[in-house]
């Protein structure tokens, strides 16, 4: 059987670094460097954010962060490897990291993202995430789209 497994892990492992890489370049595929509102994996290596990554068959495959902004939990850094798409992945990524925000008293999650990105925005609104104003400290920015999800 080809069970995934998600663990809290650092950002800043080898293993870490590649999966963050993987997400950048993924990104880079659909917008430029000034669309782009990512962390680096040193900047996620940071008390209040958690890093998770899945594995399959002890290999990583994905990952996600959750950053504990005090009143919501924003998502950050959602991939899954071109090898491991298609296995859902990305919805177990996410359904750990909601388990994870409740755990911390956490009861809303938001993500910025983009239209662009249609398989990462379809899978959100199937998890429930719907439209929401712009938060944080994200620029005004035609790229960006911002969605939310109370849980």
Same mark, same amino acid.
């Given at each position: 059987?080809?069970? %995934?497994?998600? *663990?809290?892990?650092?950002?800043? *492992?080898?293993?870490?670094? =590649?999966? %963050?890489?993987?997400?950048?370049?993924?990104?880079?595929?659909?917008?430029?460097?000034?669309?782009? &509102?990512?962390? *680096?994996?040193?900047?996620?290596?940071?008390?209040?954010?958690? &890093?998770?990554? =899945?594995?399959?068959?002890?290999?990583?495959?994905?990952?996600?962060?959750?950053?504990?902004?005090? *009143?919501?939990?924003?998502?950050?850094?959602?991939?899954?490897?071109?090898? =491991?798409?298609?296995?859902?992945?990305?919805?177990?990524?996410?359904?750990?990291?909601?388990?994870?925000?409740?755990?911390?008293?956490?009861?809303?999650?938001?993500?910025?993202?983009?239209?662009?990105?249609?398989?990462?925005?379809?899978?959100?609104?199937?998890? +429930?995430?719907?439209?929401?104003?712009? &938060? +944080?400290?994200?620029?005004?920015?035609? =790229?960006?789209?911002?969605?939310?999800?109370?849980?």
């Amino acid at each position: 059987m080809n069970r %995934i497994l998600i *663990t809290q892990e650092s950002p800043i *492992t080898d293993e870490g670094r =590649a999966l %963050i890489k993987g997400s950048e370049q993924a990104l880079r595929e659909a917008y430029s460097a000034e669309e782009c &509102f990512t962390f *680096t994996a040193d900047e996620l290596a940071k008390d209040h954010i958690a &890093f998770f990554v =899945a594995r399959k068959d002890q290999v990583p495959v994905g990952c996600v962060a959750l950053v504990n902004e005090a *009143t919501y939990g924003e998502v950050k850094r959602l991939y899954v490897s071109q090898s =491991a798409r298609g296995l859902s992945v990305a919805k177990s990524l996410m359904q750990h990291l909601e388990n994870q925000a409740l755990e911390h008293g956490q009861n809303i999650i938001k993500i910025e993202t983009g239209q662009k990105l249609v398989a990462a925005v379809k899978l959100y609104q199937s998890l +429930g995430y719907s439209q929401c104003q712009k &938060f +944080g400290n994200y620029p005004d920015h035609p =790229a960006s789209l911002f969605m939310e999800k109370s849980l």
